[in-house]
């Protein structure tokens, strides 16, 4: 048994994960090496040490900083106004409201391109035309709606010219919220290995990290190896920013790989 | 919670006396500021009421609100970049009788403080919820959103570690 496992059957003896016997074989052959008998002192000293560790104390105007806030939600509750509790409710009337004004503005959207189209002989390759214009030279507001009516959850096809064009913009384009809609558009491909495997390489290049971060959020569904590589790769790098690391490392923890 | 996730609102006082003093430290340890501290677990509180009726009554409770305390905390992180980061240390309190006794104690608590707060976050973490807060490796399993069986094998490391630093960086006297 060499020292490594030794220390990891201390720490799990103090841990209380041996069994009585696994105990006593233990400290027999603590009892015969000195050295040992130096390191189990030094854990158990250090465990002794870590349950002796007491609470700090609370400052007393705590509480009554959330009796406040308490005694604000119970007035609001009893007059029929919102509390927090049930702006949760609220939100999901927004959402739907939200929804629902999305669903109209793209169908308004769609049926202009469609008009675009038939007015340029409605063929497959002008919509493509239409596309690129559109992000050349459209408000960022104009190319998101442009690249969010370009995903169709009907049809999950999509030809490699397009799959070319997101990742020119994602490259190129200076906003990082039209940056964000084509990473949101190109992972509902994130099964092909291309897209990940553009989408990886993008993660270098990328300047806002709440685009990192969406291009961290897809890449993580389809978790693989050199998906792995990658994150440690990020988590190792001070330069990143700290909310970068934390996610990533985040996202090791949940597939169980990050390295301690 | 029960009674609160039902609508007697009130019913949160009792929570907070009884949680107050485990997440304010938890927030402590982690971010050395005490100010902070006290304002994140007010907020964690307020967070308890807002999202009461998510609460699942099959999940311990102490699980799902330190889960709370820690989204509250990355949140917090994400907010500050990293000269923002106060660097105060975790003050120990002791009970200990003796003068001489108190004083080696809190010497050697402080020095143990000083030696978990060099470690990086996520590893700072595991020791707070297991050692400090004294939670099961099932409930911080579940509040981290691990398996237990890795979370094991981190607190042995992160054990590990701490002992390297206390004995090499801090001089700690066992």
Known sequence: MNIEHLEDKMIAALEGELSATEYNALMDTIETDKELGLLWKSYESMYSDLNKLEMVQVCPESKSKFTEFLDKEIRATQSGKSPSSSKIISLVDWRRLSAIAAIFIGAIFIWNMGEGSLDNGGTLGNEKTTFAQAMQGSSSTEKIKVIRVSYDDNNLEIDNETIKLLFDVLRKDESSNVRLAVVESLSNYIDRSDVRAALLRSLDKEPDGFVKLAIIKSLSSRFNNEIENKFEGIVNDKANEKFIIDEVQKELFRHGSVQI | ?174
């Open chain 2, 1 to 174: 919670m029960l009674n609160v996730k039902s609508g007697k609102i009130s019913e949160a006082a009792l929570l907070f006396d009884r949680y107050q003093l485990p997440i304010f430290n938890y927030f402590l340890s982690l971010n050395r500021n005490r100010m902070l501290a006290d304002d994140l677990t007010q907020n964690v509180f307020e967070k308890m009421i807002k999202y009461s009726s998510s609460y699942n009554d099959q999940r311990k409770f102490k699980a799902w609100l330190f889960t709370i305390a820690r989204n509250v905390n990355n949140d917090e992180y994400r907010k500050k970049v990293p000269s923002e980061r106060s660097e105060e240390f975790c003050e120990i309190k002791s009970e200990a009788n003796n003068a001489h006794e108190l004083m080696e104690k809190s010497e050697k608590s402080q020095q143990l403080m000083a030696a978990i707060n060099l470690l990086p976050d996520i590893e700072r973490e595991i020791i707070v919820l297991t050692k400090l807060q004294k939670l099961k490796f099932s409930e911080v399993a579940d509040i981290i959103g691990m398996n237990e069986n890795t979370l094991k094998v981190k607190s042995h490391r992160c054990m590990k570690k701490l002992r390297s630093i206390l004995i090499n960086d801090i001089r700690y006297e066992y």
